[in-house]
């Protein structure tokens, strides 16, 4: 049973900001929340990571409020080819994915 | 590119075939994952290893069997499958397994397999 809640799906058009929020209200002290983004018939490839506040990485933007109990995943004017599956993950163990946003560009 | 290779990348194999699956990683971690991704499912983890040692096993039937000879190295072996294991199988490495902190999984491009 995965420990973050996230929508669905979500569309967005080209060259617009998608903004992706994760909930994880029972993350620990010490956790960090890891995005990953999967494309179809490949493996999930890392995104970003953080802790608290703001992450910025050559890809996108991780928000982390003061609570922790949620973070929220900026992509900047995607495009095409940001369509897919992403992922917001807690530790846990087992490491679970659950079902992702599917995140859909349309032109 | 991710460090982490899969082979074979597609396999098809009848269901009273045996084959293998290798995974290797060059990324000098101590972990190793099996997933299983069917159609439009979420990934399944089905094995984890930690320092060539199995640590978690999710109720895989055991016509799939895992071997870790060495950190770098992952097997799944394959016998009297069904169709129904048809599915996309991914192999990831990270530091180690568990409740880290910050953990992050690398994952292989995965090997699409069709059971006829």
């Known amino acids: 049973l995965a420990k973050t809640t996230q929508p669905i799906s979500m569309d967005s058009y080209e060259g617009q900001e998608v903004n992706i929020t994760c909930s994880h209200n029972n993350i620990a002290t010490n956790d960090y929340i890891t995005w990953y983004q999967q494309f179809p018939s490949q493996g999930p490839r890392f995104i970003i990571q953080?802790?608290?506040t703001k992450v910025t990485n050559e890809v996108a933007s991780l928000f982390i409020p003061a609570d922790r109990k949620s973070s929220t995943l900026s992509l900047p004017r995607v495009s095409l080819s940001d369509t897919a599956v992403y992922y917001c993950?807690?530790?846990?163990?087992?490491?679970?994915f659950g079902k992702g946003t599917r995140l859909s560009v349309i032109a | 590119e991710t460090g982490v290779t899969q082979t074979p990348r597609h396999l098809v194999m009848g269901m009273t075939n045996k084959k293998s699956l290798k995974c290797e990683q060059h990324?000098?971690?101590?972990?190793m994952y099996w997933y299983k991704q069917s159609a439009k499912k979420p990934l399944e983890l089905m094995f984890v290893y930690s320092l060539e040692e199995r640590v978690e096993n999710n109720s895989v039937p055991s016509r799939f069997s895992p071997e870790c000879p060495n950190s770098s190295h992952l097997f799944l072996h394959l016998h009297t499958l069904q169709p129904e294991d048809s599915a996309l199988y991914l192999c990831?490495?990270?530091?180690?397994?568990?409740?880290?902190?910050?953990?992050?999984?690398?994952f292989g491009p995965g090997t699409r397999l069709t059971v006829l």
């Open positions: 993950l807690v530790p846990d163990t087992p490491l679970v």
């Open positions: 990831a490495s990270s530091h180690g397994p568990g409740r880290e902190m910050g953990d992050t999984q690398y």
């Open positions: 953080g802790y608290k």
């Open positions: 990324l000098g971690h101590n972990a």
